[in-house]
């Protein structure tokens, strides 16, 4: 009989947590249809969930219809978003990461300081574009592979951002890379790097120590579930990336005792569980959990929805 070895954390962090519930508040509020703008977050059983109960996701302010209600994902938006959305008379909920939030804070104090700004992360990844949009006249972004290779003004200074879904270690790396030819380059007081894609990251590691094979459960556009399966790869187990229980391929299970399940931080725990009683159909029937780190973040709702002063917790 096999055995599954369940990572702690795993699934939805606070942020995606505080997303979902906000677009699940304002559709009891409002009714439907209610839109967003992008995906609220990168899964797509999350996307289609909420589609069925009469969310419309859109990929421009324009196609949402003059005095609607709008919600801005966990991945924040560009300014010029929010401008056109009050320029249609539109009713917004902001649902940006405050994680997110944060950066776009940096890129806007940091230019108006006159700074030019290296932005580790992925070329039009949606919270990478709207950082980008704060100030695109100073923001250049690099692949944290890469970061050797950007050329900055000498006569300017420099500080370096990073996408909040890479990991320390590649910040970390980019930020000594580009050090060596721009020594001055300044860095935030605090990481932009996001705690919970640390902690899975963490988590992913010590899974593939023990499981010679590792299931993230995660979509494939979700860049930090990607870089969990990238993880556990380069630890030395085999790993697959599911949107849920229909994606496994029992071939994958062929002489192997022990298996590894996590989840990315936009995976809905129920997708985990189906997960789970699927590898029990297949002889995992032991379920244990391997707890690195314990989770305690709570973000506050927008002040529009706190109501009592609810709070959202990391799932």
């Known amino acids: 009989m096999g055995r599954v070895l369940l990572a702690v954390p795993r699934g939805f962090c606070a942020g995606v947590d505080r997303a979902v519930e906000i677009v699940e508040q304002v559709l009891a509020d409002v009714g439907a249809p209610l839109y967003v703008r992008g995906q609220i977050v990168h899964n797509r059983r999350v996307v289609d969930d909420l589609a069925a109960r009469?969310?419309?996701f859109v990929d421009r302010v324009d196609d949402v219809p003059p005095g609607s209600t709008l919600v801005f994902s966990a991945h924040g938006v560009p300014p010029s978003v929010r401008t056109d959305a009050a320029r249609r008379g539109l009713r917004v909920f902001d649902a940006t990461c405050p994680l997110v939030a944060k950066v776009h804070?940096?890129?806007?104090?940091?230019?108006?300081?006159?700074?030019?700004?290296?932005?580790i992360g992925q070329a039009g990844h949606d919270e990478v574009?709207?950082?980008?949009?704060?100030?695109?006249?100073?923001?250049?972004?690099?692949?944290?592979?890469?970061?050797?290779?950007?050329t900055l003004a000498p006569d300017r200074p420099a500080v370096m951002l990073s996408q909040t879904t890479l990991t320390v270690d590649e910040v970390?790396?980019?930020?000594?890379?580009l050090r060596i030819h721009h020594p001055d380059l300044r860095r935030p007081p605090t990481d932009d790097v996001c705690y919970a894609s640390q902690n899975r990251q963490d988590a992913v590691e010590a899974l593939?120590?023990?499981?010679?094979?590792?299931v993230v459960?995660?979509?494939?556009?979700?860049?930090?579930?990607?870089?969990?399966?990238?993880?556990?790869?380069?630890?030395?187990?085999?790993?697959?990336?599911?949107?849920?229980?229909?994606?496994?391929?029992?071939?994958?299970?062929?002489?192997?005792e022990t298996v590894g399940v996590t989840a990315g931080a936009s995976a809905p725990e129920r997708a985990v569980q189906e997960v789970v009683a699927a590898l029990a159909g297949h002889g995992f029937e032991t379920v244990e959990q391997l707890t690195v780190?314990?989770?305690?973040?709570?973000?506050?709702?927008?002040?529009?929805?706190?109501?009592?002063?609810?709070?959202?917790?990391?799932?």
Not at 105 to 117: L, M, N, T
Not at 129 to 150: H, L, W
Not at 172 to 177: E, F, W, Y
Not at 296 to 302: G, H, M, N, T
């Open 172 to 177: 970390d790396a980019a930020a000594a890379r």
């Open 129 to 150: 574009v709207g950082v980008v949009g704060e100030a695109p006249d100073r923001v250049v972004v690099v692949n944290p592979a890469t970061a050797g290779d950007v």
């Open 105 to 119: 804070g940096e890129a806007r104090r940091y230019a108006r300081g006159g700074y030019d700004i290296v932005l």
């Open 293 to 315: 780190r314990v989770e305690s973040e709570r973000f506050a709702l927008p002040a529009a929805l706190r109501g009592s002063g609810s709070a959202v917790a990391a799932g």
């Open 208 to 214: 593939a120590a023990r499981c010679p094979l590792v």
């Open 54 to 56: 009469g969310v419309v």
């Open 217 to 256: 459960v995660g979509s494939a556009n979700s860049h930090n579930s990607r870089r969990l399966a990238e993880t556990a790869r380069r630890h030395g187990a085999a790993a697959h990336l599911v949107d849920g229980a229909g994606d496994l391929d029992v071939a994958w299970f062929t002489d192997v």
